[in-house]
């Protein structure tokens, strides 16, 4: 059977920057308790127009251009995002459109902030079996078209990105083994409560974020530690083989308890949430890419992904570089 590596990494983030001083002015709120609980320092927000679809293609097309890929090698199109641009067609088909690949399959996966783990984990089946040589797995999102801006308890947390990956097929792994959970039984305490997600009348349909923060944050801090030890056992691998752990950035408080059980020093964390806020799908490739390109991940190195998000859904990957 074949093995999937990824060969090629790409980020997009929109240039207009929130900050938290720009968020004082608008919520009842200060710098200092949203850099104590979450350490997000500031987020990029996406100019009016920029859909989804926008961010994926720029994402996409620098992980191609590290790969070395054009248009007619991309064979598969998988998209991560809980803010399509358009109810239909999927972002995915928007994304192809874009890059002028025309044929191939294309399908969005919706999962929240896990929706990156799950299309990595199913774009490594369809090379595994065959049905792919080359795709292109992409997590973006435009969340704050879908917060309430008036909603402290969740405003201060989300915003805009995209990252991507090409994942190919090849003889060695690459992709090491991909873990996907879900219990909807948590609907209540983390989901957008109206279907019109996305449009521009979101706000005036109450198709926003609605959190209990609190809850999440324990079911969260659980379930990670729980799922980094599910995939260490399922490789025989020890904490101490590991090299980077790139968590899903919702906060850092969680990000350094999960760290703290995987008994990994923080400077094997890659932590991108101070700068980027929590965009959801797009929070592991983008942090994923970033390590590429400052020259921490390197070739051969032992990853795991993971995230959590709401459905709840819960997933990792562990893979070499
Ligand atoms: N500024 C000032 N005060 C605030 C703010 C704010 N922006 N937001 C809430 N507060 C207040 C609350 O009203 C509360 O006040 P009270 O004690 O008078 O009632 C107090 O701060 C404490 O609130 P908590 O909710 O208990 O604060 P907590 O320390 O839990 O931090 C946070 C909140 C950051 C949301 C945290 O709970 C968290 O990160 N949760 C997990 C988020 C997550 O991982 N989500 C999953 C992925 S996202 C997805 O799937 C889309």
Not at 85 to 94: D, H, N, R, V
Not at 143 to 171: H, K, Q
Request: charged residues 20%; proline residues 3%; negative net charge.
């Amino acid at each position: 059977m074949k093995f999937s590596r990824i060969t090629g990494t790409g980020g997009y983030l929109p240039e207009r920057i929130l900050t938290n001083q720009e968020l004082e002015a608008m919520v009842d709120t200060t710098d200092e308790w949203i850099q104590e609980r979450t350490g997000i320092k500031q987020r990029h927000i996406a100019a009016d127009g920029e859909t989804t679809a926008d961010l994926g293609t720029k994402a996409a097309r620098l992980a191609m251009q590290m790969a070395g890929k054009t248009a007619d090698d991309i064979d598969l199109i998988i998209v991560a995002t809980t803010t399509p641009a358009k109810i239909f067609p999927s972002t995915a088909c928007l994304v192809q459109q874009q890059l002028g690949i025309h044929g191939c399959p294309a399908f969005d996966v919706q999962a929240v902030c896990t929706g990156f783990v799950y299309a990595l984990a199913t774009a490594n089946s369809f090379i595994r079996s065959g049905m792919a040589k080359t795709a292109l797995v992409i997590g973006a999102e435009t969340l704050s078209r879908i917060v309430d801006w008036t909603d402290r308890t969740t405003c201060v947390l989300f915003a805009d990105g995209a990252g991507a990956v090409i994942l190919e097929e090849s003889d060695e792994p690459g992709i090491l083994s991909t873990h996907l959970h879900a219990d909807g039984r948590y609907e209540e305490l983390l989901h957008v409560p109206n279907a019109q997600a996305s449009s521009d009348d979101a706000q005036k349909v109450e198709a926003h974020i609605c959190m209990k923060g609190n809850e999440v944050f324990k079911m969260a801090v659980n379930t990670l530690g729980r799922i980094a030890d599910e995939t260490l056992a399922a490789n025989n691998f020890e904490k101490e083989d590991i090299d980077w752990l790139v968590p899903h950035q919702a906060n850092t408080r969680i990000i350094t308890a999960t760290a703290r059980k995987l008994k990994l020093p923080m400077e094997k964390v890659v932590v991108t949430v101070d700068k980027h806020g929590n965009t959801s799908a797009a929070s592991v490739p983008l942090a994923f890419d970033t390590a590429v390109r400052d020259g921490r991940i390197k070739r051969g190195d032992a990853i795991i992904l993971e995230a959590f998000g709401g459905g709840f859904t819960w997933g990792s990957a562990l893979l070499k570089f």
